[in-house]
């Protein structure tokens, strides 16, 4: 590739869409539900990923909870209070599934649901 072909690739538009943050919380859990769906699957023969998906997931509902405690958070208070309520029970949940007595299908179904609330809004700008 010559100079001029690099310079033509190096500014030419992006064929990506630019996401709306809802859009990028959709994929966020998207993706972490599937990480926790097949390690879940994996759970005897590999426990250590396991660990490690439901590790992330927490991560994800622990962001979650503090956007949503934020003052300058544009959410209507009572969508703020279930959402952090969710975090809350994602993270006893979990902790109660490293014991031995938790279920992960409920983790997987409240990112469901967090799925189904976020939609697919995706606009190209």
Same mark, same amino acid.
Not at 29 to 34: F, K, L
Not at 52 to 69: C, D, I, K, M
Not at 74 to 83: E, G, K, S, V
């Given at each position: 590739?010559?100079?001029?072909?690099?310079?033509?690739?190096?500014?030419?538009?992006?064929?990506?869409?630019?996401?709306?943050?809802?859009?990028?919380?959709?994929?966020?859990?998207?993706? @972490?539900?599937?990480?926790?769906?097949?390690?879940?699957?994996?759970?005897?023969?590999?426990?250590?990923?396991? @660990?490690?998906?439901?590790?992330?997931?927490?991560?994800?509902?622990?962001?979650?909870?503090?956007?949503?405690?934020?003052?300058?958070?544009?959410?209507?208070?009572?969508?703020?209070?279930?959402?952090?309520?969710?975090?809350?029970?994602?993270?006893?949940?979990?902790?109660?599934?490293?014991?031995?007595?938790?279920?992960?299908?409920?983790?997987?179904?409240?990112?469901?649901?967090?799925?189904?609330?976020?939609?697919?809004?995706?606009? @190209?700008?």
């Amino acid at each position: 590739m010559n100079i001029v072909e690099q310079a033509r690739k190096g500014y030419a538009g992006s064929s990506l869409p630019i996401k709306s943050p809802r859009g990028t919380e959709y994929e966020a859990v998207s993706r @972490v539900s599937h990480k926790l769906r097949q390690a879940a699957l994996r759970r005897d023969k590999d426990y250590p990923a396991f @660990v490690a998906a439901l590790a992330e997931n927490r991560r994800l509902w622990a962001t979650f909870a503090v956007s949503v405690a934020q003052a300058d958070n544009l959410l209507p208070d009572d969508l703020r209070a279930r959402l952090f309520w969710l975090a809350e029970f994602t993270e006893a949940e979990s902790r109660r599934i490293l014991r031995g007595q938790g279920d992960i299908a409920a983790l997987i179904e409240v990112n469901a649901a967090m799925m189904r609330g976020l939609g697919v809004q995706e606009n @190209v700008a």
